[in-house]
C-alpha cells in the first residue's frame, strides 16, 4: 500500500473487511462473476444500487486497491458478488480473478460516500452511460427505478462479445451497445432536446466522463444536479495495479 494510501485511510476511517470467494462463473471469455461471503461486511453496511468497495490485491509483500460494484446481494445468506473484466495482458486485478478460486481471501474497504437515491419526485427519465465496467451498477440502478420511469442505456463496445453480456432492460427502456471507438460522447451529444427533465448517471473512463459530463449540461441543458458523473477507470493504465519499482 502506498504512503499516500495509507494517509486516506487514517483520515476517512474507512472499515475494512475480509471477504471469501465462495463460487467462480465465466459470464464472457472477459468478464468473470465472482461470488464472495462476507457477511460482516453486509451486517454493518447496506447496499443501495451502484454500492462499491475497495479491494485489496496483494503484490508481493505489498498490496494495492481499486474500486469494484457490489451486486446481487444476499443478506441472509451473507454473500454478493462481484464482476470483473479480464483486461488482455498483465493487470494485478485481472490476474488476480482469472486465478481465483473457491476460499481464496480478499481485504475490503468501505468508503464513505452519496448512495444512489431516486430523486423524489422521480424524473421524466434517467439516462444511463457506461462501459462494461460498470454494467453491474447500471444494471443495479435499473432494478431500483420506479415503473414508469423509462431509462435509455448507453454503452461502449470493447469487444464484440460485450453484447452478450446481460443487462437489466425493462419494457419500455432503450439499450444501444455503441460500436464506434469513443463513440459515446457523440451518442450523447445526439440525444440534444430528448432529455427534457431527465437525470444522467455516467461512469466510464475518466476522460470520456468528462467529456459526457460536459456535453450532457452544455449542448443538453440538463443542470448540475441532475447529472452524477463518475471515472471508473483510466485508458492507458493498469488500475489497481503496483506501480514499479515498489
Known sequence: MSRFERAVLRVLRAPDHW???????????????????????LAEHPTPPAFWLRLWFPAGEDEYQRG?????????GGAFSVEFVLHDGSALASDWARAAEEGD?????????KP????DPAP??????GDPASL????????????GTP???????????????????????????????DGL?????????????????????????KRVRTLLRDTCGLPKDAVTARGYWIKGRSMGGAPKGE
Open 68 to 76: 469494484y460494484t457490489v451486486t446481487d446481494v444476499d443478506r441472509d
Open 116 to 119: 444512489f437515491a431516486v430523486p
Open 105 to 113: 481471501r480478499l481485504r475490503a474497504t468501505v468508503y464513505p460516500g
Open 19 to 41: 471477504i471469501t470467494v465462495r463460487a467462480v462463473t465465466d459470464v464472457t471469455p472477459r468478464y468473470r462473476r465472482i461470488r464472495f461471503h462476507g457477511p460482516g461486511l
Open 185 to 209: 460522447p457523440k451518442a450523447v451529444a445526439a440525444l440534444k432536446g430528448d432529455l427534457d427533465g431527465w437525470h444522467a448517471w455516467v461512469a466510464t473512463d475518466t476522460g470520456t466522463t
Open 136 to 147: 453491474p451498477a447500471i444494471n443495479d440502478i435499473l432494478r431500483a427505478l420506479p415503473e
Open 124 to 129: 421524466t427519465g434517467y439516462l444511463l452511460v
Open 151 to 181: 431509462a435509455r442505456v448507453l454503452l461502449q463496445r470493447q469487444h464484440a462479445e460485450d453484447m452478450d453480456l446481460p443487462a437489466a432492460i425493462r419494457e419500455g427502456d432503450e439499450l444501444t451497445w455503441v460500436v464506434e471507438e
